[in-house]
């Protein structure tokens, strides 16, 4: 489950995800931004906590993170 701040969304352990892991998650990200014509601030790559990888996405506005998280909870 995601977690936000007003226009930042954080997916943690994204690399533990059973469905694929990192590379599945980024390439559904990326279709996902590409097809809603969504450009983010920031999108970077961390070490999650839980010692997976956590993905962090700034939006540019509340109404393109909310979609963002919708689509990805």
Request: negative net charge; charged residues 25%; hydrophobic residues 40%.
């Amino acid at each position: 489950m995601p977690h936000r701040s007003p226009t930042v969304v954080i997916l943690e352990n994204v690399a533990l995800d059973p469905d694929g892991g990192l590379g599945h998650v980024m390439n559904e990200i990326r279709s996902w931004l590409d097809g809603c014509k969504i450009q983010p601030v920031k999108f970077r790559t961390r070490p999650s906590e839980a010692g997976g990888v956590a993905v962090e996405i700034k939006f540019r506005t509340e109404d393109e993170a909310q979609l963002f998280d919708q689509a990805f909870a």
